[in-house]
């Protein structure tokens, strides 16, 4: 079963533009973290929030986290049309580490 | 600093006959996962191994998948007696002793199954 589930599905914005994407999940992390997937390849990882983390920055990302409301939101600000990609948020939960994701959400960045 | 290897990178057999990839994981990684993505969804579990031992298996992995990690470094992932059903991208993926850390995918293996 999937836990997170990414909002929007589908996302399209001019380069330049800021990306805001979505996360929610059901039950208690360990830490979340968000992936790139460019068509029929393999996950880049971007970026990982800790359970007891807010806020993250790294280079043109910005993800947070609201544990209250099992949230997470990903910021890709001054977008390019090399980010066009579908973006997944996978939760980390349990001893055993697993990732659990959500379906992904296709971004694309118009020039 | 290698990435996480997998091969091969495609692979199309016919239905009925028996496939194996192979992942390389980040030489100092001790965990090391098997997921398996369809066309439009994300990623879902299979299977995980803390050195070579396997200690969680998803209910995805019928008894005609069988992962192993022998020395605790490459691990492999058969399928048996392959059905079109199993057409799928095979990732793997490794990440630290600590657990709470990034875990880092390969390229993935695309299987096709005619």
């Known amino acids: 079963s999937q836990q997170g589930e990414e909002d929007p599905q589908a996302l399209s914005i001019q380069e330049g533009e800021n990306a805001t994407m979505n996360c929610s999940y059901k039950t208690s992390i360990n830490n979340l973290q968000w992936y790139r997937q460019n068509s029929g390849r393999g996950l880049v990882h971007l970026i990982l929030i800790r359970s007891n983390e807010r806020e993250k920055h790294s280079g043109r990302l910005r993800v947070t986290l609201d544990t209250s409301k099992k949230s997470s939101s990903l910021l890709i600000t001054a977008s390019r049309a090399a980010d066009t990609a579908s973006y997944f948020c996978a939760t980390n939960t349990g001893a055993n580490s697993k990732l659990t994701f959500g379906k992904g959400i296709t971004l694309s960045v118009r020039p | 600093d290698t990435g996480v290897s997998q091969d091969p990178r495609h692979k199309i057999t016919k239905r009925g006959q028996n496939v194996t990839f192979r992942c390389d994981p980040i030489?100092?990684?001790?965990?090391l996962y098997w997921y398996r993505q369809t066309l439009g969804q994300g990623p879902e579990f299979l299977t995980y191994?803390?050195?070579?031992?396997?200690?969680?298996k998803s209910r995805l992995l019928s008894d005609r998948f069988s992962a192993e990690r022998p020395k605790g470094s490459f691990s492999t992932l058969e399928i048996q007696r392959t059905e079109q059903g199993d057409s799928a991208m095979y990732l793997c993926?490794?990440?630290?002793?600590?657990?709470?850390?990034?875990?880092?995918f390969g390229q993935g293996t695309r299987l096709t199954v005619v």
């Open positions: 191994f803390q050195n070579e031992a396997q200690l969680e």
């Open positions: 993926a490794s990440s630290s002793w600590t657990g709470n850390t990034e875990a880092f």
């Open positions: 030489s100092e990684h001790n965990r």
